[in-house]
């Protein structure tokens, strides 16, 4: 079992639409909590931390629930530009990826 | 600021050839990663150095790879011999003392071994 689990996807989805991602980690001694974004043959990119009160930058909202040991991302009012590939990452003294889950914005 | 520089961005070798990857850090931070990203493994951490010294290296897939972190602007990834199961992206990642936790990543060196 990968110690962190993300769908893979895709998820295809019109503009303007609302999208949450899932992911789940093994380790309960992870200590910290990211979603990174990675756009098609880029390098991957700090998009939030997580945090157990969850938090907001715009139209993300990333949410932790530690007692699940899991971990969400929601996108509202989904972009063109949001097509990318979303990293689910935990740090348990180095960073653990996710496979990523593709998320495809359509006009 | 400039980011993280890696070079080659692009290499195509043949198996039994030995490949150097370089990374120039961003300049103040003083941990430096080095990661391999492929379908079907995806991102996976090979090593690191914290103010130029080894850290985990239990990333590092066998004895044909090697890294070094001469000083705190410049290290290597080095595969002697390469073969093809070597083909990946490799990229090198830099995070300061300050933040830990945001790693900024370099292009990647997109590696082909036939």
């Known amino acids: 079992r990968k110690e962190v689990e993300q769908d893979p996807g895709p998820f295809n989805v019109p503009e303007g639409a609302t999208v949450a991602f899932n992911c789940t980690y093994s380790n309960s001694a992870s200590q910290s909590f990211f979603w990174y974004r990675q756009d098609c043959r880029k390098e991957p990119k700090l998009l939030m931390s997580?945090?157990?009160s969850g938090n907001e930058d715009g139209r993300f909202t990333a949410q932790l629930n530690r007692a699940s040991q899991y971990i969400s991302l929601l996108i509202r009012d989904s972009k063109l530009s949001d097509s990318a590939t979303y990293l689910c990452?935990?740090?348990?003294?180095?960073?653990?990826f996710g496979a990523g889950t593709i998320l495809r914005v359509k006009s | 600021d400039a980011g993280v520089i890696q070079s080659p961005r692009h290499e195509v070798t043949e198996m039994g050839q030995e490949v150097t990857l370089r990374c120039k850090p961003i300049s103040g931070h003083n941990s430096l990663f080095w990661y391999r990203q492929t379908m079907m493994r995806g991102l996976e951490l090979l090593i690191y150095?914290?103010?130029?010294?080894?850290?985990?290296d239990s990333g590092m897939p066998e004895d044909r790879f090697s890294a070094k972190m001469p000083n705190a602007s410049f290290s290597t990834l080095k595969i002697q011999p390469s073969e093809p199961r070597d083909s990946a992206v490799y990229f090198c990642?830099?995070?300061?003392?300050?933040?830990?936790?945001?790693?900024?990543f370099g292009p990647g060196t997109r590696l082909t071994v036939l």
């Open positions: 150095f914290n103010n130029n010294v080894p850290i985990d």
């Open positions: 997580v945090y157990s």
């Open positions: 990642a830099s995070s300061s003392r300050t933040d830990t936790d945001t790693q900024y």
């Open positions: 990452v935990v740090n348990r003294d180095k960073l653990v």
